[in-house]
């Protein structure tokens, strides 16, 4: 069948726009903000090799002797079109292209590319976004590709439709892409589609959504930035998406008072009337800090009289400057130290600050109060990190923030710094914890901001990035929920300008919202459609297989869903109860009883917690043991799989604590491995054998022995 440019795989269905999402809509509208850009941008065919192309530059395998067009030798199921690409790999770098888009297409507008493929070999298929505009760009050691991987293996001998969302990279403008299979073979691929962003996956402007939802969204900015021309695409990029501002640098002590008792607001002047006329409000830092202190003041030997009129006069002096402008400032940062931090077991005020050396303890109270006597009307904070989820350093300042209130210190509220990372748990723990946080603290009548969310990566691959898109949706859902929390900042606008990329922090990739070409990544549409009001449906696990194994042990698998910012657990149920959670789409069920029938069902879990309805059910019946086996009513120990399939450990379940040695023999009985156990469960290493072995487990009370074949 021809395809026409309208083509839509008949598997590809976008849901239709949620009511929430058109009185947002209106809400935009009335406030005189366009929604024009929230429609469905259509598919759009780039070739189906048949007559209709959409790019200028087609190509197959770089001129190597394949046919870019050739009969489809195979009419069959889902593509019945004449004509096709034939691709011959044998090479990685083996791949069909299409590309000189840059002038003609604008990728942002297209969430990834769909297309059929018949493979004769088993192959995952990496899409590579070019981004350089050389014709010969293969050649170009400059080029940057970004490589985004298929997680489908195609059917061998099977016409089948794959997709490939390349927007977790965030790629916007490019040249182009190619598609490259992985392993050797002969592919047939036609109908390669662009598909375009539904409304969730288009940029509305995320200011414009926070703003409908009395929320704030901003980003740490350099002055610097600010103060080149409005034409630059980083500044129009701040004024397009973020209607709060914090300076990154300039406004901490070193940079306003770098003498004593001289002042220099000229940047920060600049910064303050910028952000203002672009409609962004603005959060102050009167920082009183262990840090980005001058010189003269760390070495001043100031006593405490001395120090309190420090503090006083250049809290004063800021805050009446911009008195009315800046309506939240930071007052008083990381007073308190970690555990460790200065051989402290617990969390401690920080006693190595020089604030703190000076005047003592009540220097946090002074600062408070020194601000609020300079304008009554600011909300004044207090700033920290490693407090954001529940941890014993949030556990202290959340008692120590009672205790203030009791005494009448005029402190409004808390920053989150939210610097996360792996460290930091699952995104599932950290919305669960921080949510939990910010809940108590609004019980004692504190408001919370996120002041400075990053995440650093190691690696940039496309499960990076969706894990990071999952940890600032978990911040974003508590921020959206909960109404004592109205700011988020992020620190930094693109990847390379963080402070995690420098080598003594980590050197860590790619931890911001942009990326180095001002692209959204994934987070960004993961906070939008939160925003947006967009509810994804979370659907079961797929294929629900159970297979059994032994008298008391069952195997199950199953298939992953595909829900859009991947799936956070699995939730496996018996007869009714859950007995278990996993992230791992396999699982081994053991100590079941004997000759006994269960029911079982898989429930899916997204990023956000939300659980979908039951799998459909399957149902088993565990075996009655046999003498191999050696199960009895004193003794259920399993010994699994049988057979053990190449890259598997062998397992054995002694359903109590053992000290055995576990042995392992050859059909000639000579000893091939040896180890000695002392819990109630063991995996082997991977032993890379062929053929039948036996297994010998001998301790006080066991002397068990079974044959295992190794494939």
Same mark, same amino acid.
């Given at each position: 069948?021809?395809?026409?440019?309208?083509?839509?795989?008949?598997?590809?269905?976008?849901?239709?726009?949620?009511?929430?999402?058109?009185?947002?809509?209106?809400?935009?509208?009335?406030?005189?903000?366009?929604?024009?850009?929230?429609?469905?941008?259509?598919?759009?065919?780039?070739?189906?090799?048949?007559?209709?192309?959409?790019?200028?530059?087609?190509?197959?395998?770089?001129?190597?002797?394949?046919?870019?067009?050739?009969?489809?030798?195979?009419?069959?199921?889902?593509?019945?079109?004449?004509?096709?690409?034939?691709?011959?790999?044998?090479?990685?770098?083996?791949?069909?292209?299409?590309?000189?888009?840059?002038?003609?297409?604008?990728?942002?507008?297209?969430?990834?590319?769909?297309?059929?493929?018949?493979?004769?070999?088993?192959?995952?298929?990496?899409?590579?976004?070019?981004?350089?505009?050389?014709?010969?760009?293969?050649?170009?050691?400059?080029?940057?590709?970004?490589?985004?991987?298929?997680?489908?293996?195609?059917?061998?001998?099977?016409?089948?439709?794959?997709?490939?969302?390349?927007?977790?990279?965030?790629?916007?403008?490019?040249?182009?892409?190619?598609?490259?299979?992985?392993?050797?073979?002969?592919?047939?691929?036609?109908?390669?589609?662009?598909?375009?962003?539904?409304?969730?996956?288009?940029?509305?402007?995320?200011?414009?959504?926070?703003?409908?939802?009395?929320?704030?969204?901003?980003?740490?900015?350099?002055?610097?930035?600010?103060?080149?021309?409005?034409?630059?695409?980083?500044?129009?990029?701040?004024?397009?998406?973020?209607?709060?501002?914090?300076?990154?640098?300039?406004?901490?002590?070193?940079?306003?008072?770098?003498?004593?008792?001289?002042?220099?607001?000229?940047?920060?002047?600049?910064?303050?009337?910028?952000?203002?006329?672009?409609?962004?409000?603005?959060?102050?830092?009167?920082?009183?800090?262990?840090?980005?202190?001058?010189?003269?003041?760390?070495?001043?030997?100031?006593?405490?009289?001395?120090?309190?009129?420090?503090?006083?006069?250049?809290?004063?002096?800021?805050?009446?400057?911009?008195?009315?402008?800046?309506?939240?400032?930071?007052?008083?940062?990381?007073?308190?130290?970690?555990?460790?931090?200065?051989?402290?077991?617990?969390?401690?005020?920080?006693?190595?600050?020089?604030?703190?050396?000076?005047?003592?303890?009540?220097?946090?109270?002074?600062?408070?109060?020194?601000?609020?006597?300079?304008?009554?009307?600011?909300?004044?904070?207090?700033? /920290? &990190? #490693?407090?954001?989820?529940? +941890?014993?350093?949030?556990?202290?300042?959340? @008692?120590?923030?009672? $205790?203030?209130? =009791? *005494?009448?210190?005029?402190?409004?509220?808390?920053?989150?710094?939210?610097?996360?990372?792996?460290?930091?748990?699952?995104?599932?723990?950290?919305?669960?914890?921080?949510?939990?946080?910010?809940?108590?603290?609004?019980?004692?009548?504190?408001?919370?901001?996120?002041?400075?969310? /990053? &995440? #650093?990566?190691?690696?940039? +691959?496309?499960?990076?990035?969706?894990?990071? @898109?999952?940890?600032? $949706?978990?911040? =974003? *859902?508590?921020?959206?929920?909960?109404?004592?929390?109205?700011?988020?900042?992020?620190?930094?606008?693109?990847?390379?300008?963080?402070?995690?990329?420098?080598?003594?922090?980590?050197?860590?990739?790619?931890?911001?919202?942009?990326?180095?070409?001002?692209?959204?990544?994934?987070?960004?549409? #993961?906070?939008?459609?939160?925003?947006?009001?967009?509810?994804?449906?979370?659907?079961?696990?797929?294929?629900?297989? =159970?297979?059994?194994?032994?008298?008391?042990?069952?195997?199950?698998?199953?298939?992953?869903?595909?829900?859009?910012?991947?799936?956070?657990?699995?939730?496996?149920?018996?007869?009714?109860?859950?007995?278990?959670?996993?992230?791992?789409?396999?699982?081994?069920?053991?100590?079941?009883?004997?000759?006994?029938?269960?029911?079982?069902?898989?429930?899916?879990?997204?990023?956000?917690?939300?659980?979908?309805?039951?799998?459909?059910?399957?149902?088993?019946?565990?075996?009655?043991?046999?003498?191999?086996?050696?199960?009895?009513?004193?003794?259920?120990?399993?010994?699994?799989?049988?057979?053990?399939?190449?890259?598997?450990?062998?397992?054995?379940?002694?359903?109590?604590?053992?000290?055995?040695?576990?042995?392992?023999?050859?059909?000639?009985?000579?000893?091939?491995?040896?180890?000695?156990?002392?819990?109630?469960?063991?995996?082997?290493?991977?032993?890379?054998?062929?053929?039948?072995?036996?297994?010998?487990?001998?301790?006080?009370?066991?002397?068990?022995?079974?044959?295992?074949?190794?494939?």
């Amino acid at each position: 069948m021809k395809i026409k440019s309208a083509f839509k795989f008949e598997s590809l269905s976008f849901p239709k726009v949620i009511p929430g999402f058109f009185v947002l809509s209106i809400f935009l509208m009335f406030f005189g903000i366009t929604t024009k850009a929230i429609g469905q941008v259509p598919n759009l065919l780039l070739c189906d090799y048949e007559g209709n192309i959409a790019v200028t530059n087609v190509y197959n395998n770089i001129g190597l002797p394949n046919d870019i067009t050739v009969d489809n030798p195979f009419k069959t199921g889902i593509n019945t079109s004449p004509k096709c690409t034939k691709l011959t790999v044998t090479a990685a770098w083996n791949e069909i292209g299409f590309l000189t888009f840059k002038d003609t297409i604008d990728l942002s507008k297209y969430s990834g590319v769909a297309y059929k493929i018949y493979a004769g070999g088993a192959a995952t298929t990496h899409l590579k976004v070019v981004k350089n505009t050389d014709t010969n760009w293969w050649e170009d050691p400059n080029n940057t590709l970004t490589d985004v991987t298929s997680s489908m293996v195609p059917t061998l001998n099977q016409w089948v439709a794959d997709t490939i969302h390349f927007f977790a990279g965030g790629i916007g403008l490019t040249y182009g892409f190619v598609l490259q299979p992985q392993v050797n073979g002969v592919y047939y691929i036609d109908d390669v589609v662009l598909i375009g962003r539904k409304p969730s996956q288009q940029r509305i402007g995320l200011k414009n959504l926070a703003a409908a939802k009395g929320k704030n969204i901003g980003t740490a900015v350099p002055i610097q930035t600010l103060l080149l021309d409005n034409s630059r695409a980083d500044v129009q990029l701040i004024n397009a998406e973020f209607n709060y501002s914090i300076a990154d640098n300039d406004n901490k002590f070193n940079y306003i008072e770098p003498q004593n008792g001289v002042f220099t607001f000229d940047r920060m002047d600049i910064f303050v009337t910028k952000c203002l006329a672009e409609g962004r409000q603005i959060r102050g830092m009167g920082y009183v800090w262990h840090s980005s202190n001058p010189d003269w003041l760390v070495n001043g030997n100031f006593d405490r009289t001395q120090m309190l009129a420090i503090m006083k006069r250049h809290i004063t002096t800021s805050m009446l400057r911009y008195k009315g402008r800046i309506k939240d400032w930071e007052i008083v940062n990381e007073a308190w130290a970690a555990p460790g931090e200065e051989g402290n077991a617990h969390p401690q005020i920080r006693k190595t600050s020089v604030w703190y050396k000076a005047i003592g303890p009540d220097y946090i109270d002074s600062a408070f109060v020194y601000a609020h006597r300079a304008d009554p009307d600011a909300k004044l904070y207090y700033n /920290d &990190y #490693g407090a954001e989820m529940m +941890t014993e350093k949030a556990d202290s300042i959340f @008692a120590w923030l009672k $205790r203030e209130k =009791a *005494k009448g210190i005029p402190i409004n509220g808390i920053g989150m710094q939210s610097h996360l990372s792996p460290s930091s748990g699952s995104s599932l723990k950290i919305l669960t914890e921080m949510d939990q946080n910010v809940k108590r603290l609004n019980s004692i009548g504190m408001e919370v901001s996120i002041t400075e969310l /990053d &995440y #650093g990566l190691t690696t940039t +691959t496309a499960a990076d990035l969706l894990t990071q @898109a999952k940890v600032f $949706r978990a911040v =974003a *859902k508590v921020w959206i929920d909960n109404p004592n929390l109205k700011t988020l900042i992020f620190w930094g606008l693109i990847d390379h300008e963080s402070w995690l990329t420098l080598p003594e922090y980590g050197g860590k990739k790619a931890p911001l919202l942009f990326d180095d070409n001002l692209n959204p990544k994934i987070g960004y549409f #993961g906070i939008q459609d939160l925003l947006t009001g967009e509810k994804e449906i979370v659907t079961p696990p797929l294929n629900l297989n =159970a297979r059994v194994i032994s008298s008391v042990a069952i195997s199950l698998i199953w298939d992953d869903p595909k829900l859009k910012y991947g799936n956070v657990d699995y939730i496996v149920s018996m007869n009714g109860d859950s007995i278990n959670h996993t992230n791992s789409l396999s699982l081994i069920v053991t100590r079941l009883t004997p000759g006994t029938t269960y029911l079982i069902t898989v429930q899916s879990t997204n990023d956000l917690g939300v659980k979908s309805d039951n799998s459909l059910p399957v149902v088993v019946t565990t075996k009655f043991p046999t003498d191999i086996e050696n199960v009895g009513k004193s003794d259920q120990t399993l010994i699994y799989p049988n057979p053990v399939e190449k890259g598997e450990s062998l397992k054995i379940d002694f359903n109590r604590t053992m000290d055995a040695v576990i042995s392992i023999f050859d059909v000639t009985g000579k000893k091939i491995f040896s180890e000695r156990i002392i819990g109630d469960r063991y995996n082997s290493p991977i032993l890379n054998l062929e053929g039948f072995y036996l297994v010998n487990i001998i301790s006080k009370s066991l002397n068990l022995s079974r044959k295992i074949h190794f494939k």
